[in-house]
Nanobody, 126 residues
Framework: QVQLVESGGGLVQTGGSLRLSCAASGRTISTCAMGWFRQAPGKDREFVAS????????AYADSVKGRITISRDNAKNTVYLNMNSLKPEDTAVYFC???????????????????WGQGTQVTVSS
């Protein structure tokens, strides 16, 4: 079992930055693919970014490419989401997800992840 706790959300103006953290406990995430997803009111949960273990291959949704970076620190059992140039359409609850995976592989599918955090609210004002 993996417990995931997100932090770092908040209210920020358009163009601002935030850094989300996802702290894992219960087992190491060093052999887990990690993902960030978001869900806006009335919308489905959508993929934001993912990172594999090992080589740290990353993938991003087109809507966030160039503005958001995912990274991991296995020594701290933590994954990060650095968000810059934030837009009102980035407003959502952001969720961290984890799943044991093959080397170098991650997924953009919610169904691929076994463990989820409770989410952290990000609000971008215009």
């Amino acid at each position: 079992q993996v417990q995931l706790v997100e932090s770092g959300g908040g209210l920020v103006q358009t163009g601002g930055s935030l850094r989300l953290s996802c702290a894992a406990s219960g087992r190491t995430i060093s052999t887990c693919a990690m993902g960030w997803f978001r869900q806006a009111p009335g919308k489905d949960r959508e993929f934001v970014a993912s990172i594999s273990w090992g080589v740290g291959n990353t993938a991003y949704a087109d809507s966030v490419k160039g503005r958001i970076t995912i990274s991991r620190d296995n020594a701290k059992n933590t994954v990060y989401l650095n968000m810059n140039s934030l837009k009102p359409e980035d407003t959502a609850v952001y969720f961290c997800a984890a799943t044991p995976s093959r080397y170098g592989v991650s997924s953009a599918l919610t169904s691929a992840y076994d463990y989820w955090g409770q989410g952290t609210q990000v609000t971008v004002s215009s």
